[in-house]
């Protein structure tokens, strides 16, 4: 049992179920999902199948009743595997927590059994190609019309559009007394008129395309507003706390997959007489790896229970360092890993070069790493700003 100290029988338990579901697909799997431009369709059915997608969502409307401890445990086994869920940060982790949250029961009834069995995906759009990080400069505004809304914006690196039913917008309403902007989230259609997307090109090695979104006047009825007007900020950082946590969970099992491999190889692989892995030069830096990979999980793990418990600004700040941890991490590990297989780190036939790629997006997605330290040096050590 060795996570005892931290982890339930149950969560033990879960963690062992959804490695054997993961050890069923595996690298392979993924790889040659992404080879011939396809999806992890059938991962991503089973495992909702299984009950796995919606572990976080409430039981009442088809999910497990947990929080984001089980959906990260979840997404970390599955990365551990070689196969993470991508859109799992999304769909269950982001939107459906917000619905849960702060929908009116006619969202919840819409949308979560879906989300939490997987046959619906929502994607989520907040970044804009002229904002940044900088969410107060977001420039998608929604105006009323009657009762309808009018949505008017663009949105960039939004995953899985092509495959979402529906994308959860960040816009900004006037508010009626200060005149000022404050955000909003609506749900938006995938066929709704004035909706568009392009794809973007991207250097990276995953089932999950990018996509640029344009909302030309897109009329939206006044039930695609999700939760309160007024609630704004509220309800934006109810979504992007888990975000971060699972983001840290998708560095996480990418980084222990790489370590997992290179480990293997290490103990196998002899060149003087002995296995490479025998040869400190070796071996500490993988134990190293190891350490970081574990101590950012604890991290995760500190963050998930927070927000799980209700305590949004200990989680902020919990999930800030987790994302932060985990990505230093699985950049290390990736690194050391492919380093250990020399030559062989970049062929294609031990799957390890992709990573290199695909672990800088945690370090740089959903928020660049400089702007968590900013949010430790001001909220948590109180230096003033510089912006």
Not at 187 to 213: H, N
Request: glycine share 12%; proline share 4%.
């Amino acid at each position: 049992m060795s996570h005892a100290i931290v982890e339930t029988e149950e969560h033990h338990d879960l963690r062992a179920a959804v490695a054997a579901l993961g050890g069923r697909y595996g690298r392979e799997y993924f790889t040659s999902v992404v080879r011939d431009g396809k999806h992890t369709d059938e991962l991503w059915a089973e495992a909702g199948k299984l009950g796995y997608l919606g572990v976080n969502l409430p039981e009442e409307f088809g999910g497990g009743g947990g929080g984001i401890t089980e959906l990260a445990i979840v997404l970390e086994e599955l990365g551990a595997c070689g196969c993470p869920l991508l859109m799992m940060v999304v769909s269950p982790a982001i939107c459906g927590t917000v619905i849960a949250r702060f929908g009116t029961d006619a969202q919840k009834r819409a949308w979560l059994p879906g989300l939490a069995a997987g046959t619906t995906k929502m994607a989520f759009g907040i970044t804009e190609p002229d904002a940044g990080s900088n969410s107060h400069r977001l420039t998608t505004t929604a105006r009323r019309d009657g009762d309808d809304w009018i949505l008017t914006g663009r949105k960039v690196f939004v995953s899985g559009v092509d495959i979402a039913d529906a994308t959860l917008v960040v816009g900004r309403t006037e508010d009626a007394r200060t005149g000022r902007l404050k955000p909003c989230l609506f749900i938006v259609g995938r066929d709704a008129p004035g909706f568009s997307r392009r794809r973007i090109a991207m250097e990276l090695a995953a089932p999950e395309k990018q996509f640029e979104l344009v909302l030309d006047e897109v009329r939206l009825p006044a039930d695609a507003l999700v939760g309160d007007e007024d609630a704004g900020l509220l309800q934006l950082f109810a979504g992007l706390n888990p975000e971060r946590v699972m983001t840290a969970a998708f560095a996480i099992g990418m980084g222990r997959y790489a370590v997992t491999r290179a480990v293997d190889y290490a103990r196998t692989r002899a060149v003087w007489d002995r296995p490479i892995g025998a040869h400190q030069a070796i071996a500490h830096p993988l134990a190293q790896a190891h350490i970081e990979l574990e101590l950012a999980r604890l991290m995760t793990q500190k963050a998930a229970s927070l927000y799980d418990a209700g305590d949004d600004a200990g989680a902020g700040e919990a999930a800030n360092m987790a994302k932060y941890a985990a990505g230093e991490a699985a950049v290390h590990a990736v690194d050391q890993a492919v380093h250990t297989l020399g030559g062989n780190g970049l062929t294609s036939e031990y799957g390890l070069a992709s990573l290199i790629t695909a672990a800088r997006v945690a370090r740089v997605a959903p928020v660049s790493r400089e702007m968590i330290l900013n949010y430790v040096s001001h909220q948590t050590l109180g230096l003033p700003k510089s912006y």
